[in-house]
């Protein structure tokens, strides 16, 4: 009898098949999403054209999408204890096929905007309400495992996203894609989620605390409003012209993001049923986790914007190859996440994320090094090192973070990270994009040399700029892990 408990204590932890079916019906809607927003970073230039706006502003089409996921992922934990998880389900569904629809039908850059915000909505339930199910329905020696089959699921869009819009951009009028993906989401991702998407634990009767809701809102959009304005207002100055307006916008649209933030922060220490319940993140292990989660999307998502634009604009290349370029290390990248994964089932987080954001410095010092000498296959070929470190350690940053908090407040970890997560891609698109624009002000025509040289020094310095935030991240990577060393030792 002995014998026989302890084999059936060892036995494996098997995943249940509705499970599988529950995490790819939603994870193929959040794919969708993430899909028809890197699809449009290398359709810049065709939309610059048709739209008649510059870099700075063409640039709102994947920032305001990424900022509408951010401010939409905190209200995932009301979500998660409020409504069930296929009623949330439901609802992602109607917006993505809704949002897709305006994209299909709009002829102007305000109704594409419109558009962006609805998907970002979509995408925005989407991601976290998988991460939700991961996290409350798997085996727990599997987590590891499914937190890297889930950031597979999300992160091939990216990997594939440049090189669908090229095709497309080459073949059809890019707006086909969003009639694409309106039978997936109907045929596939919702039969499957009905079927398998099963509630674990009861509703509860929480309410939406509207003023928090809304401090969140102006907190984020004043942070990303600020950065845009100040890189306006800096290559306006470059270029000679009126500058003063555009700062005085970045300096109120900062004053009210940050004073917003507080201000949620504040009322969610005094309200009874707060929006996010915030007291785990005075653990200094769980906020040197949160920073990097932070700070590296800024990287990881930007990158599609600026190897894109930099291929088209510099090097010259049609839409199509630039897209392919990002696709080896995105795609076979992406691939690397569910190993990422079961290496830290088996060895725990320090060794697997630091030497996997190790190769990510490497890598991007490596385009440093070269940017003014950079061709097509150069540039693929160090992608696709930052793209395989990115992967294998990134999604367990989250996973360890999480492991290190009580259960309860699980839908709080997982609003919040990946509310940093949409508003560090969303940081780093406008960042960057505001790094070209100042590089390229003066410079002359698009296609003139001068502004291909420009957009070469722009690239040069982006890539300063990226290598500054993953060695940053990575220090605070390390950080974390000598104190919970610390502390186990204690313990």
Same mark, same amino acid.
């Given at each position: 009898?002995?014998?026989?408990?302890?084999?059936?204590?060892?036995?494996?932890?098997?995943?249940?098949?509705?499970?599988?079916?529950?995490?790819?019906?939603?994870?193929? +809607?959040?794919?969708?999403?993430?899909?028809?927003?890197?699809?449009?970073?290398?359709?810049?230039?065709?939309?610059?054209?048709?739209?008649? /706006?510059?870099?700075?502003?063409?640039?709102?089409?994947?920032?305001? #999408?990424?900022?509408?996921?951010? /401010?939409?992922?905190?209200?995932?934990?009301?979500?998660?204890?409020? %409504? =069930?998880?296929?009623? =949330?389900?439901?609802?992602?569904?109607? @917006?993505?096929?809704? &949002?897709?629809?305006?994209?299909?039908?709009?002829?102007?850059?305000?109704?594409?905007?419109?558009?962006?915000?609805?998907?970002?909505?979509?995408?925005?339930?989407?991601?976290?309400?998988?991460?939700?199910?991961?996290?409350?329905?798997?085996?727990?020696?599997?987590?590891?495992?499914?937190?890297?089959?889930?950031?597979?699921?999300?992160?091939?869009?990216?990997?594939?996203?440049?090189?669908?819009?090229?095709?497309?951009?080459?073949?059809?009028?890019?707006?086909?894609?969003?009639?694409?993906?309106?039978?997936?989401?109907?045929?596939?991702?919702?039969?499957?989620?009905?079927?398998?998407?099963?509630?674990?634990? !009861?509703?509860?009767?929480?309410?939406?605390?509207?003023?928090? %809701?809304?401090?969140?809102?102006? &907190?984020?959009?004043?942070?990303?409003?600020?950065?845009?304005?100040?890189?306006?207002?800096?290559?306006?100055?470059?270029?000679?012209?009126?500058?003063?307006?555009?700062?005085?916008?970045?300096?109120?649209?900062?004053?009210?993001?940050?004073?917003?933030?507080?201000?949620?922060?504040?009322?969610?220490?005094?309200?009874?049923?707060?929006?996010?319940?915030?007291?785990?993140?005075?653990?200094?292990?769980? @906020?040197?986790?949160?920073?990097? #989660?932070?700070? +590296?999307?800024?990287?990881?998502?930007?990158?599609?914007? /600026?190897? =894109?634009?930099?291929?088209?604009?510099?090097?010259?290349?049609?839409?199509?190859?630039?897209?392919?370029?990002?696709?080896?290390?995105?795609?076979?990248?992406?691939?690397?996440?569910?190993?990422?994964?079961?290496?830290?089932?088996?060895?725990?987080?320090?060794?697997?994320?630091?030497?996997? %954001?190790?190769?990510?410095?490497?890598?991007?010092?490596?385009?440093?090094?070269?940017?003014?000498?950079?061709? !097509?296959? @150069?540039?693929?070929?160090? #992608?696709? /090192?930052?793209?395989?470190? #990115?992967?294998?350690?990134?999604?367990?940053?989250?996973?360890?973070?999480?492991?290190?908090?009580?259960?309860?407040?699980? !839908?709080?970890?997982?609003?919040? %990270?990946?509310?940093?997560?949409?508003?560090?891609?969303?940081?780093?698109?406008?960042?960057?994009?505001?790094?070209?624009?100042?590089?390229?002000?003066?410079?002359?025509?698009?296609?003139? !040399?001068?502004?291909?040289?420009?957009?070469?020094?722009?690239?040069?310095? =982006?890539?300063?700029?990226?290598?500054?935030?993953?060695?940053?991240?990575?220090?605070?990577?390390?950080?974390?892990?000598?104190?919970?060393?610390?502390?186990?030792?204690?313990?």
């Amino acid at each position: 009898m002995h014998r026989n408990g302890e084999a059936a204590a060892t036995a494996p932890e098997r995943i249940p098949k509705r499970l599988i079916g529950a995490i790819v019906s939603v994870g193929s +809607l959040a794919f969708i999403g993430i899909l028809t927003e890197t699809v449009m970073t290398v359709l810049f230039p065709e939309l610059m054209a048709e739209f008649h /706006v510059d870099t700075a502003t063409v640039q709102w089409i994947t920032t305001i #999408y990424l900022l509408v996921v951010g /401010v939409t992922m905190p209200i995932s934990s009301y979500l998660n204890r409020r %409504f =069930t998880m296929k009623s =949330t389900f439901i609802a992602a569904v109607i @917006l993505a096929v809704l &949002g897709s629809c305006l994209m299909i039908v709009g002829h102007s850059f305000p109704v594409i905007l419109c558009a962006r915000v609805v998907q970002g909505v979509g995408s925005g339930i989407a991601t976290p309400l998988m991460i939700n199910i991961i996290l409350e329905q798997s085996p727990h020696s599997k987590v590891g495992r499914l937190m890297g089959v889930g950031s597979l699921v999300i992160t091939v869009a990216p990997a594939i996203g440049p090189t669908v819009g090229g095709s497309v951009a080459s073949v059809l009028p890019w707006r086909s894609i969003f009639v694409i993906v309106i039978p997936v989401v109907l045929f596939v991702s919702l039969p499957i989620g009905l079927v398998c998407i099963h509630q674990t634990r !009861p509703t509860q009767p929480t309410k939406l605390n509207p003023l928090q %809701f809304a401090a969140i809102v102006i &907190g984020l959009s004043g942070l990303i409003l600020a950065l845009n304005q100040t890189g306006v207002a800096v290559s306006t100055a470059v270029a000679g012209g009126a500058w003063a307006s555009a700062a005085a916008i970045a300096a109120v649209s900062l004053a009210a993001g940050v004073g917003a933030l507080v201000f949620f922060a504040w009322s969610s220490r005094r309200s009874f049923s707060p929006l996010i319940r915030l007291a785990w993140l005075r653990d200094p292990v769980v @906020l040197l986790h949160l920073l990097p #989660y932070t700070m +590296l999307p800024m990287v990881g998502i930007g990158f599609g914007y /600026v190897i =894109t634009n930099l291929a088209q604009l510099s090097l010259h290349t049609t839409a199509l190859v630039a897209g392919m370029l990002v696709l080896p290390g995105a795609l076979l990248g992406a691939f690397f996440a569910p190993v990422g994964g079961m290496l830290y089932d088996k060895h725990g987080p320090t060794r697997p994320i630091l030497i996997a %954001f190790a190769c990510c410095i490497a890598a991007v010092a490596l385009m440093l090094v070269f940017s003014m000498h950079l061709t !097509p296959v @150069l540039l693929a070929l160090f #992608y696709f /090192v930052f793209g395989v470190g #990115y992967a294998l350690g990134f999604s367990n940053i989250m996973t360890d973070a999480i492991n290190g908090i009580h259960r309860e407040f699980t !839908p709080d970890g997982n609003a919040v %990270f990946n509310t940093a997560l949409q508003f560090g891609g969303a940081a780093g698109t406008t960042l960057f994009s505001t790094v070209f624009a100042i590089a390229q002000a003066g410079a002359g025509a698009e296609h003139s !040399p001068a502004f291909a040289h420009a957009t070469a020094v722009g690239g040069a310095w =982006t890539f300063a700029v990226m290598l500054a935030i993953v060695c940053v991240a990575w220090v605070c990577l390390f950080a974390a892990f000598r104190m919970s060393a610390r502390r186990a030792a204690r313990a």
